[in-house]
């Protein structure tokens, strides 16, 4: 069993609204071993794809895709969820994501500077649950003229319609550990990834 899944079954934390709570490992302190596995397999997976860029959202994407990136020796860019100062004046792709655990819909920006028609771009999440994150980077690489290699997920909740939003919008998904019930504050994992 990968290190993802014995720490999720010995730590994870049900939460209503089929939300896991992993805050102890990877949502807010994060184990460097458990994510570094993750970046290792996702890298294996998506090897030979000519990758330029890896591409996240704030905040809880960013500890995976810069490992991620890392093994794959280019840029981790991630979308923000507000414009910063130093922002103002930039040109902006801009698209909008509903939040799976806050349910707000907000705007997400990049800099043009960072994504171009040149560029192949694996997106990485944490979570996949509805898919909402993943399409709205999907959107913002679109913009660019970029194309997408794929989407590296750490956790995907099977029960839920992300992977058959992303698959047809053209995407393959890829995760590390694939959850198909939280019933009863129960994690049962689904086979494959
Ligand atoms: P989606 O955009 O696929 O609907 O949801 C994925 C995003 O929502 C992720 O970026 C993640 O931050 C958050 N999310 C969705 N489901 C869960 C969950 O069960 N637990 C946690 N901690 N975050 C989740």
Avoid at 21 to 38: A, C, G, R, W, Y
Wanted: aromatic share 6%.
């Amino acid at each position: 069993m990968s290190n993802l899944k014995e720490r999720i079954l010995k730590d994870g934390q049900v939460f209503p609204n089929n939300v896991l709570k992993v805050d102890s490992f990877l949502n807010h302190q994060i184990d460097p071993t458990v994510v570094k596995e993750i970046a290792t397999e996702i890298h294996k997976h998506f090897a030979d794809r000519g990758i330029t860029k890896v591409f996240t959202i704030e905040a809880s994407g960013i500890a995976p895709a810069i490992l991620v990136a890392a093994a794959f020796e280019v840029p981790m860019l991630f979308a923000k969820k507000s414009v910063p100062s130093t922002m103002h004046g930039a040109d902006k792709y801009v698209t909008k994501v509903h939040s799976y655990t806050k349910d707000i819909t907000s705007d997400v920006i990049i800099s043009q500077q960072y994504l171009n028609e040149d560029d192949v771009v694996l997106i990485i999440d944490d979570f996949l649950a509805n898919g909402e994150a993943s399409i709205g980077l999907i959107d913002l690489v679109k913009q660019a003229g970029a194309k997408v290699a794929g989407v590296g997920i750490c956790i995907e909740k099977t029960f839920q319609p992300g992977r058959q939003r992303l698959e047809e919008a053209g995407a393959e998904v890829y995760s590390i550990c694939r959850i198909a019930s939280l019933e009863d504050g129960q994690v049962t994992f689904a086979e494959g990834n």
